[in-house]
Every structure is written in structure tokens, then in C-alpha cells.
């Protein structure tokens, strides 16, 4: 055989395998006489281990899923890839009736499916009760990477409020420390204004942490716009949330001061809010004083970059 029938042959091979892939894991299997057909029994739901070719028509959403949103491009370029090397990850469904199933999890495949006009999908079939689809569809999505943290945080607290778990059960189902599902939960306290912001991704998850610290909603949202507008990194909302609790402190022991005109006291509002501290002022006839208090040498540099003068 002379080297160019090799190359032909070379060729030839690889594009048969590229066509098998195309098909799907669905044609793999179906290449092979080794499948076997049976199912396993674990913690009270019942798992079917082989892969079933089920109608894309025949599938419900699933209504306990956690996730709201997904991208447009990201989906398409799922779409893509499932159409060069087919769905490589079966969904998991459970049955509803003949012919009628309800997805447990694999939305996104699901969805890319229907975006290139697929008609059938591999799926595992599950047997599972309303809150063990919920449980199940709540940890399989938050173990994914694209989740914003409300979504995680939302997902947590369902777990515990709709499945029963305690903190340290939850913590243990996800992988994760109390801490940290605590400081996921606590997000949620925010107003809804920052939690839409944290979808969007307008701010970091360190942000949201120093603005949980805040009592006052009002300063919180003052904050928020600072990041937004002023691209306020996560080092400046800290500092200035510490610089707010310290000045919170020095006023319980702080003396009652002397009170202020209305202008003066307006003013005096302006220069807290634009420096993140409990800004004083002494006026007496024509002449005062200002006093703007800092924490910690950040603080002060802080105020010094607010000054324009570093």
C-alpha cells in the first residue's frame, strides 16, 4: 500500500469516528453489545442505570428549579458543542405517566437540545417524591459554577426551609463549611435593590460582605451606589464600613454636642455621607472647626484620595 492510500485510509477513520461522535453518546452505546439494562435502589429513590432515548417533547421543566436566568450566547454555544460531539452527559428525568417525564436535572442540555430542533435526549429515569426532586435539583445546581451568589443563596435556603436540613446537614450535602453557607444566607437580608445588583454582577460577593455589616438600609444603598458609579473597590467599602462602626462607637461615649443651624447640620450630612465618617462640626459665630475622624492608616488614605490630596 503506497503512502498516499495510507494517508486516505488515516483519514477515513478519523472522520467515521467524528460521525459517531456527532450521533451522540446515544450512538456509542448503541455500537456496543455490553450495556446492561437495571436499576439501583439508593436512599429511597430509585435510579435507573441505563440510558434511555426519551421524545424532547415529552419532557416537563422542572418547577423547583433554582435558576431564573440563563444566557442566550451561553446556550448557544452549548448548542454547538452538543451539535459536534453530541450530549456527552445524559439528563436525569423522573416519570410522570407513559410518555410524560419531568426533568430533575440538565436544563441547560435540555434547552441547547431544543435550540438545534433535537427530537429525542439520553436521560437516566429517577424515581423520586416532590421533595427529593427539590433536593436533588437544588444541590445539583449549586455545585455548578455559574450560579450568582443570590441563586446559591436562595438554593440554600430553600434546602433548609422546604427540606428540613439543618445548617451543618446542608453544609455537609454541599460541600461546604457553616461559615459558609452563613454568609451565603445572610445576602439575603439585603435590600432587593443590591441583591439584583449581585445577579448582575455590579458588585462582588466581598462587596455584598462588608455592606452586610451595615444596620442602616438607607447607607447601605448609598454604598451600593458608590460601587457602581465610583467602581469602589472591596478594600474602600471596608474600610468605610469600619470607619462608620467606629464613629458609631465614639458616639455612645461621645458627650451630647452643641446644636447646630439647620444649613450647618446639612452640610454636615453632606461631608459624613461623601467621607464614610462621622464628620463633626463646631461652629461658633463666624468660626468652627471640622473634624474628620479616621480608623486605621487605609482610612486615612482613604480620606486623603476623597481630599484629592495623594
Not at 158 to 180: F, H, I, P
Request: aromatic share 4%; with cysteine; charged share 30%.
Amino acid at each position: 500500500m503506497d503512502d498516499k492510500n495510507k494517508v486516505d485510509d488515516k483519514n477515513k477513520g478519523i472522520l467515521k469516528k467524528r460521525t459517531v461522535l456527532g450521533r451522540g453518546l446515544s450512538a456509542l452505546l448503541a455500537d456496543s453489545e455490553t450495556v446492561n439494562h437495571h436499576t439501583v435502589v439508593t436512599e429511597n429513590t430509585i435510579i435507573s442505570a441505563s440510558i434511555n432515548e426519551i421524545a424532547i417533547d415529552s419532557i416537563e421543566v422542572n418547577p423547583y428549579q433554582p435558576r431564573t436566568n440563563f444566557e442566550r450566547e451561553a446556550l448557544e454555544e452549548l448548542a454547538e458543542s452538543i451539535k459536534l460531539h453530541g450530549i456527552i452527559q445524559p439528563i436525569t428525568v423522573r416519570q410522570l405517566a407513559e410518555d410524560t417525564y419531568q426533568l430533575i436535572s440538565g436544563e441547560r442540555r435540555l434547552q441547547a437540545s431544543r435550540l438545534l430542533g433535537l427530537k429525542v435526549i439520553p436521560a437516566y429515569i429517577r424515581t423520586a417524591n416532590d421533595q427529593q426532586m427539590l433536593e436533588m435539583a437544588l444541590i445539583e445546581n449549586i455545585q455548578r459554577e455559574e450560579l450568582n451568589p443570590i441563586e446559591i443563596a436562595t438554593s440554600y435556603q430553600r434546602l433548609l426551609s422546604e427540606c428540613n436540613l439543618k445548617q451543618e446537614e446542608l453544609g455537609s450535602r454541599v460541600g461546604k463549611n457553616r461559615s459558609t453557607v452563613n454568609n451565603y444566607l445572610r445576602l439575603l437580608k439585603l435590600p432587593p435593590d443590591i441583591q439584583v445588583g449581585l445577579k448582575d454582577k455590579k458588585l462582588s460577593m466581598g462587596h455584598a460582605r462588608a455592606l452586610i455589616n451595615i444596620d442602616d438600609i438607607g447607607v447601605q444603598l448609598l454604598i451600593y451606589k458608590k460601587i457602581t458609579e465610583e467602581d469602589w473597590s472591596v478594600r474602600r467599602v471596608e474600610d468605610y464600613v469600619r470607619g462608620l462602626a467606629a464613629t458609631k462607637t465614639s458616639e455612645k461615649t461621645t458627650p451630647p454636642k452643641q446644636d447646630l443651624p439647620v444649613e450647618v447640620q446639612r452640610i454636615q450630612t453632606k461631608l459624613i455621607s461623601h467621607f464614610g465618617t462621622k464628620v463633626s462640626i463646631k461652629k461658633e459665630g463666624n468660626k468652627g472647626e471640622i473634624k474628620i475622624p479616621f480608623v486605621s492608616d487605609e482610612d486615612f488614605n482613604r480620606i486623603l484620595e476623597l481630599l484629592r490630596l495623594m
